[in-house]
């Protein structure tokens, strides 16, 4: 739960600061990707908290589907990410004293936290689903 908590929590931050944002002057197109990005990611935490709430009920099917969203969330934020990492290795000249510059493995690094993230959640459900299959046999 405190993982699905946790990453809720970042993707809400990440949504609520972009929207944010999107009210500074800028042009208005920018405004409109800026809060739609915001949105998804909105989305996204949303998605986590939902999940949480699915794993913390008994029956079983609950539990899949919940798995199956925190997978299906994380691999989006993950795919963001290195996605990002990859835009700053081919497009972006990397200056290591410019202004903003960042080494692009820590968009790698940070979506294998976010999968890594994702393994308590995998090992209780299969855990649970070992569990399950034990009673059902007596």
Same mark, same amino acid.
């Given at each position: ?34 809060? =739609? %990005? ?13 999940? $949480? !709430? &699915? @794993? *913390?009920?008994? /029956? ?30 081919? =497009? %972006? ?13 820590? $968009? !790698? &690094? @940070? *979506?294998?936290? /976010? ?24």
């Amino acid at each position: 739960m405190i993982a699905a908590l946790t990453k809720a929590l970042a993707c809400g931050a990440v949504g609520g600061w972009l929207i944010w944002q999107s009210t500074l002057p800028m042009d208005g197109l920018a405004a409109l990707m800026l809060t =739609y %990005v915001g949105a998804l990611w909105l989305l996204g935490a949303f998605a986590y908290l939902f999940r $949480a !709430f &699915l @794993l *913390a009920r008994r /029956w079983f099917p609950w539990r899949i589907i919940g798995g199956l969203l925190d997978a299906t969330a994380t691999s989006i934020v993950a795919w963001v990410a290195i996605s990002f990492g990859e835009y700053q290795v081919h =497009y %972006v000249t990397y200056a290591p004293n410019g202004p903003g510059a960042w080494p692009p493995a820590i $968009a !790698f &690094l @940070l *979506a294998a936290a /976010w999968i890594a993230a994702s393994l308590p959640m995998l090992s209780e459900f299969l855990l649970a689903a070992v569990m399950r299959a034990r009673r059902d046999r007596f």
